[in-house]
């Protein structure tokens, strides 16, 4: 008698386990239904960053995480743009120097 309770036991531990763990389903690789994500040909601004929308998933993400990075993204671009346009506009100012001719001394005519 003893032996069939631990039989029928083993059996009921057995059966809540699998049914409490699933029959081990996978999650499916991409949800075909998610757009991609469309970003421009050109050169990547603030306000691509400030639109970009990720789509959450069964497996999902750490929204703070991916908000901290692309708020990081838009200042680093912000800052990135602003030098480009510092150095550009520093570039415009500089006056080229004459050209020397082949066998002219560096000093100048003397």
Request: charged content about 35%; cysteine-free.
């Amino acid at each position: 008698m003893f032996v069939v309770f631990v039989v029928v036991a083993a059996v009921v531990l057995f059966t809540v386990v699998v049914v409490a763990a699933g029959r081990g389903d996978v999650l499916d690789a991409d949800d075909a239904r998610v757009l991609p994500l469309r970003l421009p040909e050109r050169a990547l601004a603030r306000s691509d960053v400030d639109q970009l929308r990720f789509p959450v998933t069964a497996r999902g993400y750490r929204m703070d995480e991916v908000d901290r990075v692309l708020d990081r993204l838009g200042r680093e671009l912000d800052e990135r743009d602003a030098r480009i346009a510092d150095l550009e506009a520093r570039a415009a100012q500089v006056t080229p120097l004459p050209r020397r001719r082949p066998g002219e001394a560096r000093g100048g005519p003397s």
